[in-house]
């Protein structure tokens, strides 16, 4: 019996373990999003996003809803969006000379103000968001990598 708890713990971690899945859980971390919505926002093709949602489905880490003709997702419990904090904490901690860390530092320790993705219009702050770039002497915040992709190629970054 006690093995077997170690071995539900593995395979939980085993469906975490994609930075796709992962940036999915962020991106459904305060609300639910339709299939459409999340293969717009992290620029995945259909068959590629299927399988990341069902392998999270078959984890129960999330959990979906049919309207209509569109499923949405949402995250099944609040806990795996704490242990996903904790998680991005433990990295800040164990990477302190990290330029990287001075990025995750930034987004844990800015609440507020809230702002919107500039291309799919999400309401984010920079604690949730998951990229963001300086732009003509702006801050911009995004929700996921497609989102953060598309503002690039308007405004010809690289």
């Given at each position: 019996m006690y093995q077997q708890v170690f071995d539900l713990h593995a395979e939980l971690?085993?469906?975490?373990a994609h930075?796709?899945?992962?940036?999915?859980?962020?991106?459904?971390?305060d609300q639910?999003?339709?299939?459409?919505?999340?293969?717009?926002?992290?620029?995945?093709?259909?068959?590629n996003l299927s399988q990341h949602l069902q392998i999270l489905r078959q984890a129960k880490v999330l959990g979906c809803n049919k309207q209509g003709k569109q499923i949405y997702y949402h995250v099944s419990?609040?806990?795996?969006?704490?242990?996903c904090d904790l998680l991005r904490e433990f990295l800040i901690e164990t990477s302190p000379d990290s330029a990287l860390c001075d990025e995750l530092k930034l987004k844990m320790s800015?609440?507020?103000p809230i702002t919107t993705d500039p291309v799919c219009g999400m309401r984010i702050?920079?604690?949730?968001?998951?990229?963001?770039?300086?732009?003509?002497?702006?801050?911009?915040?995004?929700?996921?990598?497609?989102?953060?992709?598309?503002?690039?190629?308007?405004?010809?970054l690289k």
């Open positions: 971690l085993k469906a975490l930075p796709k899945r992962l940036e999915i859980i962020h991106l459904l971390r639910s999003l339709s299939v459409s919505q999340i293969q717009n926002m992290l620029d995945l093709p259909q068959a419990h609040t806990n795996f969006i704490k242990a800015q609440l507020v702050s920079p604690k949730t968001a998951s990229f963001s770039i300086s732009h003509k002497d702006q801050q911009y915040f995004f929700c996921a990598s497609g989102c953060l992709r598309d503002f690039k190629i308007k405004n010809h």
